[in-house]
């Protein structure tokens, strides 16, 4: 039977375990044998497992799709300051969504706002989707998982700029902020996490490197708006003096 007491954190046999955590019972007893799974309840001769266990199989499995070997996760596990468990959250506060909220919209709304009739529709849509603008909810609605840039594009478009012309500049964004994006988290790890990592990760770091961590995102994105308003100036004053250099060519004519 699998539960023989309803009070027990330990419910699980090994193949229950192995289907809710997606691995084998030989991985299960692979891993236990390293040392890397905590042993079972033994209860009249057959081990019991618990949430503690399923997330401990978690964690050691997404260890690994970020590329550690079975020693090495060893080590992190056997760390009495909670390394590996801390190792995970520094990587969710990495991979995190920014605080925006998604939103659904339907294929008739999206229409009505840009004014896209139902030939350019399937174009214009599918080339949103790819841009990430638009991810497909269903077969007459998308959910938009940043409001405010689909909200950026509408201005766009109601100032006279064609949609066409508008998801170009996005895809050309897209483009130049990927490698900013790469350039920041280059220099963070190389300046940041890689000295911390050759340290040994010591316990009393871990306060500054997630400090480290929450401020990327914010500082990263306070230069980069920075500087593009600057080079924004620039280029206004520079696409703006070659037209009034042109008028007056021509009033001179």
Same mark, same amino acid.
């Given at each position: 039977?699998?539960? +023989?007491?309803?009070?027990?954190?330990?419910?699980?046999?090994?193949?229950?375990?192995?289907?809710?955590?997606?691995?084998?019972?030989?991985?299960?007893?692979?891993?236990?044998?390293?040392? $890397?799974?905590? *042993?079972?309840?033994?209860?009249?001769?057959?081990?019991?497992?618990?949430?503690?266990?399923?997330?401990?199989?978690?964690?050691?499995?997404? $260890?690994?799709?970020?590329?550690?070997? +079975?020693?090495?996760?060893?080590?992190?596990?056997?760390?009495?300051?909670?390394?590996?468990?801390?190792?995970?959250?520094?990587?969710?506060?990495? #991979?995190?969504?920014?605080?925006?909220?998604?939103?659904? =919209? #339907?294929?008739?709304?999206?229409?009505?706002?840009?004014?896209?009739?139902?030939?350019?529709? *399937? !174009?214009?849509?599918?080339?949103?989707?790819?841009?990430?603008?638009?991810?497909?909810?269903?077969?007459?609605?998308?959910?938009?998982?940043? *409001?405010?840039?689909?909200?950026?594009?509408?201005?766009?478009?109601?100032?006279?700029?064609?949609?066409?012309?508008?998801?170009?500049?996005? &895809?050309?964004?897209?483009?130049?902020?990927?490698?900013?994006?790469?350039? /920041?988290?280059?220099?963070?790890?190389? &300046?940041?996490?890689?000295?911390?990592?050759?340290?040994?990760?010591?316990?009393?770091?871990?306060?500054? =490197? &997630?400090?480290? =961590?929450?401020?990327? !995102?914010?500082?990263?994105?306070?230069?980069?708006?920075? =500087?593009?308003?600057?080079?924004?100036?620039?280029?206004?004053?520079?696409? /703006?003096?070659? $037209?009034?250099?042109? +008028?007056?060519?021509?009033?001179?004519?």
């Amino acid at each position: 039977m699998a539960f +023989l007491d309803g009070d027990a954190p330990n419910q699980l046999t090994i193949e229950q375990l192995a289907a809710k955590s997606g691995m084998s019972v030989r991985n299960i007893r692979s891993h236990q044998a390293r040392g $890397l799974l905590a *042993p079972p309840e033994v209860r009249f001769r057959v081990g019991y497992y618990g949430p503690d266990h399923l997330a401990q199989l978690r964690l050691i499995r997404d $260890l690994q799709q970020d590329g550690f070997n +079975l020693a090495g996760i060893k080590h992190l596990l056997d760390n009495s300051e909670g390394t590996a468990e801390r190792l995970m959250q520094f990587k969710e506060s990495l #991979t995190a969504p920014h605080d925006e909220r998604a939103e659904t =919209i #339907t294929r008739a709304q999206l229409g009505k706002r840009f004014r896209v009739g139902a030939r350019q529709a *399937p !174009r214009v849509l599918a080339r949103a989707e790819q841009l990430g603008l638009l991810v497909r909810a269903g077969d007459d609605r998308y959910e938009v998982p940043s *409001p405010s840039l689909l909200r950026a594009a509408e201005e766009v478009v109601a100032r006279g700029i064609s949609l066409d012309a508008a998801l170009g500049v996005f &895809e050309e964004l897209e483009r130049h902020c990927d490698a900013v994006a790469r350039a /920041f988290v280059k220099v963070f790890v190389m &300046e940041v996490w890689r000295p911390f990592q050759r340290a040994d990760m010591p316990a009393e770091r871990w306060p500054e =490197i &997630e400090a480290a =961590i929450d401020r990327l !995102r914010p500082n990263a994105s306070d230069a980069l708006f920075a =500087i593009f308003q600057r080079r924004m100036k620039a280029q206004i004053e520079a696409a /703006f003096g070659e $037209l009034t250099e042109r +008028l007056a060519e021509r009033s001179r004519a």
